[in-house]
């Protein structure tokens, strides 16, 4: 009788292995228990979520799911000592506890692991579409910065930076388990590209009205952004109409409350509902867009779907 095959779980991705580092640069591996212990791990789940109705085997969601996860923390290493964060994960970050020079030097060196690992593997399309993921990292905080105090950025800007930045990853979560199999089909990657941009936009959306306290179950700190003189998606959406006085104090406000002095109250509430209205058509598309790639997938494959169709809500509305 044949053995039905081990489910791979979560827990037995070890993302992080030491045998990844050198054991003689302590300090490096110190940071990267920093980086590594704390994180919700959420891209590497996707990547599982993928992998069961594709049939990937072991090594394959392992290399997958470190890869992301690399990357992923290689920005965040980057981004917080770009934008002088003092805190992630409700830790110290890495260029504060380390200094500015060892932060830069770990995010280097894990996107330099990636491309190691992903050249053992061999597989060139997967190899040249993740160095082209990095590329646009880059380029999105290279635009993010000449945002700051643009206080008439509007939403099509960030959109721009999003799609480089949080949809990038994103895109590469929904590609990369379909391009490790080495069965290409471009209308199939045109429809999981869109679908993974449509994510990161709703997820980075969400994420900046957490900034300003709005279904905030996390506990983020609140108008990081603005303080740092940077307007997010949802900042630019309640800016927009607002008289350049009001812009003038806007820029000014370290509470919510001295927000609702400027805005109003009630204008407040109604540019969330608002923001939430227009994220919603968003939410629809994206299932449309499933939809449509159940007609793409064999019969033994369509559980995919189902497990994408989850994704929405919850990345956007917080639930």
């Not at 260029?95 to 053992?120: C, F, H, I, Q, T």
């Not at 209308?187 to 900046?208: A, C, I, T, V, Y």
Request: glycine fraction near 6%.
């Amino acid at each position: 009788m044949e053995q039905p095959k081990r489910e791979l779980k979560l827990r037995d991705l070890k993302i992080f292995d030491r045998q990844d580092f050198p054991s003689y640069l302590p300090k490096l591996n110190a940071l990267y228990d920093d980086l590594f212990s704390s994180g919700k791990g959420f891209r590497s789940r996707l990547i599982q979520m993928m992998a069961g109705p594709l049939a990937l085997k072991a090594e394959q969601v392992h290399l997958l799911a470190q890869t992301i996860e690399f990357i992923h923390n290689a920005s965040l290493l980057h981004d917080d000592l770009v934008d002088r964060s003092a805190l992630r994960r409700n830790k110290p970050t890495a260029w504060l506890k380390y200094s500015p020079e060892y932060a830069v030097l770990a995010g280097d060196y894990l996107l330099a692991r990636v491309m190691v690992n992903l050249s053992r593997y061999g597989n060139l399309r997967l190899i040249q579409y993740t160095a082209e993921i990095i590329s646009d990292l880059l380029e999105g905080e290279w635009i993010q910065d000449t945002l700051v105090d643009d206080w008439n950025v509007g939403l099509g800007q960030l959109d721009q930076v999003h799609n480089l930045k949080t949809a990038s990853l994103f895109k590469w979560c929904l590609r990369a388990p379909f391009l490790i199999r080495e069965n290409y089909s471009e209308e199939l990657h045109e429809l999981l590209e869109e679908m993974g941009g449509l994510l990161g936009l709703l997820f980075q959306r969400s994420d900046d009205l957490l900034d300003f306290d709005v279904r905030n179950g996390e506990g983020k700190a609140i108008l990081g952004d603005l303080k740092s003189g940077y307007l997010n998606s949802f900042g630019a959406f309640l800016a927009h109409g607002l008289s350049p006085e009001q812009k003038s104090r806007l820029k000014d406000c370290t509470t919510l409350e001295e927000i609702g002095q400027v805005v109003g109250e009630g204008k407040f509430q109604a540019r969330v509902a608002e923001f939430d209205e227009i994220n919603q058509r968003f939410i629809d598309l994206y299932l449309h867009h499933a939809d449509s790639l159940a007609e793409l997938l064999p019969d033994k494959e369509r559980p995919l779907v189902s497990n994408l169709k989850q994704l929405p809500h919850p990345l956007y509305w917080r639930k």
